[in-house]
């Protein structure tokens, strides 16, 4: 399961940039509906996430957030 380390993920790019990454379930007639942006910031945490799963490095993850335009500015309009 990709849970445990989208989850980890998230609060990782939650506490780097303040934007908390929205997920839900897509099949929930009252998901909300999202930006382009918010999509963007979901898939992005997301395929983190799959990234640590894979090799568990955390200070790559932590790297490749602090590097996003997001860390430096949270209303930028694309990640990278």
């Known amino acids: 399961m990709d849970d445990p380390y989208v989850c980890l993920t998230s609060k990782y790019f939650k506490h780097f940039t303040g934007i908390a990454p929205v997920f839900f379930d897509p099949g929930d007639p009252d998901s909300p509906t999202l930006s382009a942006r ?29 590097s996003t335009n997001l860390y430096l500015n949270p209303e930028a309009s694309s990640i990278k």
Do not use: P
């Open 38 to 66: 918010d999509i963007a910031i979901r898939n992005y945490v997301f395929n983190l996430g799959k990234s640590l799963k894979q090799d568990g490095d955390l200070r790559k993850i932590i790297l490749e957030i602090i």
